[in-house]
């Protein structure tokens, strides 16, 4: 894996984010690093993730720092610092419903009294609210006393470095930051309002509402900036329950590819630095094999290139 880079705060100084990256299985404090005499970027020494993102002086200094040997001093364990979300105030968390041709066909055949779903003709929008859900890698997947069936979907996260708007396809990915393992944890059975009748209407938001749960966008461990990654469609995608492998497949198989997502969604809206685009989940759910989460799990989302984001499943 190459570099990869985090958030995170000390005990004593909660309020201070800090950014860091992944080294050698401990965080090497790069805030501090870059506030040293003799530091090549001192001059922005504060800079956020979504920052060090855009400047290539201080990603070629990080990415050699983490190639050879950085200094100990500066390197912590996990255990001294608190992990936070790569991003962790996200403007927006952007996410693709039935993106992948091996999860519509799962979830056409687990319907027995719905209309079957069509082949979507373009991107399947929806969001989630970036306050309450994003949390980081090692943050608890929560069970709530609503909670019926809570489900994962592990996601390939890209993360949008440079505001745009209308942008076409063929110049898309340059606005791209980096990329990211997420999961779009889904309660399947919302039933908080007891209705004496359930309209088709009523299932799509209970649908869209169960995606918004608390810790409901686990996401990490680090972003991996774009400039690392030779193709973001050809990476390998698999979610582990317990060990159990439960989903795999090749990011190439999503039915809309990243610059054509960006290219959608630009003529919505203007995409800003530090947006989340969650692009689709492959077959594998488990709505589909009937296994719901339960306290106790451990559910790992581990794609090629980027790493591997780990949450353990707790009740509320």
Known sequence: MSLSLISFTYPDKPKQVRVGAWHNGGILDLTSLARADGSPICDNCEMTVIEWLNCTKALEWAAGLVAGAAPEEYTRSRSEVK????????????????NYESHLNESRNAQTDRPKRPTPE?????????????????????ITSHTTFCDYEG?????????????GAADAMRFVGGYACCNDISERDLSIVERTETQEWDRFFDWLNGKWFDNSLPIGPGIVPARFIDDPHALTLRTRVNGELRQETSTGEMFFDIPHTIEYLSK????????????????????????PLQPGDVVEVDISEIGTLSNPVAGE
């Open 83 to 98: 992990l936070l979300a790569p991003i962790p105030d996200p403007p927006k968390v952007i996410c693709l419903a039935t």
């Open 122 to 142: 373009g991107p399947r929008i929806f969001m989630k609210p970036s306050g309450n859900t994003v949390c980081a890698d090692g943050d608890p997947i929560l």
């Open 155 to 167: 996601e390939l996260a890209v993360i949008i470095g440079s505001a745009c708007r209308n942008v």
């Open 268 to 291: 919505i809206m203007t995409l800003q630095p530090g947006d989340i685009i969650a692009t689709g989940t492959p077959a594998g759910v488990g709505r589909v094999m009937d296994k």
